[in-house]
């Protein structure tokens, strides 16, 4: 059984519970409560252990989901960590991060039909397992199966 609990009552209420993919481990959930200007709908980044990490939109109060996205990445043994990208959803769309057993960190555009990756960062000798940004998001870490973290700084554009 699952539950919805409200913070500002206390209130405690039953929820909605929803299979996501089925025999295979979930190794990482996101949430967000909105994604950019144009997508205003709460929002679930779910990594799922069959070679995908899936963006779900949440469509109602008990917790009912829809699949918006799915991106292919390879994903079968580790626990594989993704992240929204806090900033850029204002800039330049919306973009969610994610590591990957092939030892790379990929950027996909959730906004893009065709060829969503945008951006792939090489560096690691093992599968990627977690990445983070920080406040500003000016750096991220990546970190790896081998104990490897890479902190990327963002490249700034000159004016």
């Known amino acids: 059984m699952s539950f919805l609990f409200d913070v500002a009552t206390g209130k405690l209420t039953k929820g ?7 025999g295979s481990p979930v190794t990482c959930i996101s949430y967000r409560s909105w994604i950019n200007r144009e997508a205003r709908d709460p929002s679930l980044l779910i990594n799922c252990a069959v070679n995908s990490l899936c963006l779900h939109r949440i469509t109602s109060r008990d917790g009912g989901l829809r699949l918006r996205k ?23 769309g919306a973009c969610v991060i994610t590591g990957s057993e092939d030892m790379n960190v990929y950027f996909f555009d959730i906004e893009r039909s065709s060829k ?6 090489q560096g690691h000798s093992a599968p990627v397992l977690a990445v983070c940004f920080n406040y500003d998001e000016s750096l991220l870490a990546s970190s790896d199966a081998d104990g490897l973290v890479i902190i990327w700084k963002r490249e700034q554009k000159n004016r």
Not at 16 to 22: G, P
Not at 71 to 79: C, E, L, N, P
Not at 116 to 121: I, R
């Open 16 to 22: 909605k519970r929803t299979v996501i993919c089925e």
């Open 70 to 92: 799915t991106f292919s990445i390879k994903h079968k043994t580790h626990s594989i960590k993704s992240t929204f990208c806090p900033l850029m959803s204002f800039r330049e």
């Open 116 to 121: 969503p990756c945008v951006n792939k960062l």
